[in-house]
């Protein structure tokens, strides 16, 4: 019996598939065999299939079974309530779907029922309006949002950098810098936090030098400028002086031991004005595509933005919404809940900003914030969003599940921790397969749905394509609901040239 109980043991510590079961032997079995008698214990007794949040059960089943590369149809047709449901998405299929053309060579493609894709390309070249010397079409319309490392482990950021350079996708590396743990072939956008870490001087201001050997020495695509995120707008962080280990200070630029502050707003501009001179201050010694990260709060800064930009001698190369529903390592409960509009709201706001001044094509705009479904990420692709970058969801598919514990550091499967116990339960080469593999189908999903709505690229679907119902029999379309003008949230962008870029994407 002990001898059995001891094989079972070492197996369950030395297997790499399942985390929880290398953190916690033989009891974390308890947890699948739960989950795999869930839908019959709920369909009596528990909860239904989307009752769970942030992510319903249905929506982490789509994840978990991509990531896991099985088939993810669902069978005996939809379980949820469409006619009488509020705020259900619904896309008009054209009467004729697009066809593609049949791909040449070996492509990755695989048609339903489970649908994945090599290359995506963005519809718009990043940091071409504004002519910048590196400015390049991202190879992914699905990329990887940023996630520092301290908030996650060192090897589930592995994962996250692995699995981008597998899925073709850009991985942003969050605001703590950039790490060993980044460096595993993914390419990178790196982040500029309030606290400049990775490109700070001595006093903590940012360097432009540093960046410019940071970005020298590594796969740097574009930099992105951070002003909020959604979780936790207008807030700072503190990273306790406990959790500054000589590794993390080291990539951060910041003393051991030490209280480790990110302020809540930039030192180095204050306003619109001074924030385009240090995005094109960047943008000319680097020469790469410089954007902004936000969550949406008040309007007039998107305003001043715009009107700004308007003259034509200094712009932002894209800016990332970040829905006041997004996630955060931790953060404030009245903060997560009741700051920063949601990303719909949000987003078409700062939108309207632009399209309302006829420069909303000068813009990449990328959205964030639960968009790593593909019905939501339709919804922001239909809005104007020409990339999503997915967080908690490709946290999902590298082995989350979702127990909500992320700011104690006790992270259950090594995902969002600290502690070299926990991480050790998270293979990262086993979940970087996973990663790309869940990316890989949700640009899959977004290529099939584009398709059905009749257009070659997610990009092309229109505001008017969808439709929301009311919970009264009745739906609007997006553009409705949003009251946006006929052609916004289409880039201006040939068709056909994007039809060639995916074909040539088929045959690489
Ligand atoms: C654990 C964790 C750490 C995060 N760290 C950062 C960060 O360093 N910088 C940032 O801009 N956003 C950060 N975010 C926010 C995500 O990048 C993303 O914007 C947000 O979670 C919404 O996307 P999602 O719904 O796909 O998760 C973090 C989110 C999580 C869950
Ligand atoms: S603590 Fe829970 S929610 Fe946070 S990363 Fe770990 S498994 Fe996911």
């Known amino acids: 019996m002990l001898v059995g109980l001891a094989i079972w043991v070492t197996y369950d510590l030395l297997q790499t598939e399942h985390a929880v079961v290398r953190n916690f032997p033989v009891i974390g079995h308890f947890r699948y065999w739960l989950e795999g008698i869930g839908p019959e214990l709920r369909q009596y007794i528990l909860t239904d299939n989307d009752a769970e949040r942030p992510f319903s059960r249905d929506q982490r089943r789509w994840i978990y079974s991509t990531a896991k590369g099985q088939n993810s149809s669902f069978g005996f047709g939809s379980d949820n309530e469409m006619e009488t449901a509020e705020h259900y998405v619904l896309l008009k299929q054209a009467a004729f779907p697009y066809r593609a053309p049949a791909p040449h060579g070996d492509s990755g493609e695989q048609v339903a029922p489970h649908i994945t894709i090599d290359r995506l390309p963005a519809a718009k070249v990043l940091g071409g309006a504004r002519g910048r010397a590196r400015a390049f079409r991202p190879p992914s319309a699905v990329n990887i949002s940023g996630m520092s490392f301290g908030s996650l482990s060192g090897r589930a950021v592995e994962a996250m950098n692995r699995g981008a350079a597998a899925a073709g996708c850009l991985h942003n590396t969050g605001e703590g810098g950039l790490s060993p743990h980044h460096q595993h072939g993914g390419e990178l956008i790196f982040q500029v936090g309030t606290g400049y870490f990775g490109c700070r001087d001595e006093h903590g201001r940012f360097s432009l030098e540093r960046l410019q050997t940071l970005v020298d020495q590594h796969p740097v695509r574009a930099i992105e400028v951070k002003l909020s995120q959604g979780a936790k707008p ?160 490709a946290m999902l598919a590298a082995g989350c599940i979702q127990s909500q514990r992320c700011h104690t550091g006790l992270c259950p499967t090594g995902v969002a921790t600290q502690s070299r116990r926990l991480a050790r339960g998270l293979d990262p080469a086993s979940k970087s397969v996973r990663v790309a593999s869940y990316v890989r189908a949700l640009r899959g999903e977004l290529l099939a749905l584009a398709h059905a709505a009749g257009v070659p690229h997610p990009a092309l679907v229109s505001a008017d394509q969808l439709e929301v119902t009311d919970g009264r029999l009745g739906a609007s379309t997006v553009r409705e609901l949003f009251d946006y003008e006929p052609g916004w949230g289409v880039p201006a962008v040939d068709p056909e040239e994007l039809e060639v870029l995916l074909s040539a994407s088929a045959a690489d």
């Open 234 to 393: 207008g807030l700072g962080a503190l990273l306790p002086a406990a959790k500054v280990t000589p590794e993390i200070a080291r990539i951060r630029g910041v003393p051991a031991h030490v209280d480790c502050e990110s302020p809540p707003s930039h030192a180095e501009f204050s306003d619109a004005d001074s924030l385009l001179d240090f995005v094109e201050s960047i943008a000319e010694g680097t020469g790469l595509p410089v954007g902004i990260k936000s969550a949406v709060g008040e309007e007039a800064f998107w305003h001043d933005l715009a009107g700004l930009m308007e003259a034509g001698d200094r712009g932002i190369d894209f800016i990332t919404v970040d829905g006041g529903e997004g996630g955060t390592g931790a953060g404030p409960l009245v903060f997560t809940d009741h700051v920063a509009l949601p990303f719909k709201i949000g987003f078409a706001r700062v939108y309207r900003s632009f399209a309302e001044r006829g420069i909303a094509d000068r813009v990449t705009f990328v959205g964030s914030g639960k968009l790593g479904l593909p019905q939501n990420a339709l919804v922001a692709f239909a809005l104007g969003c020409d990339m999503v970058h997915v967080g908690r969801e």
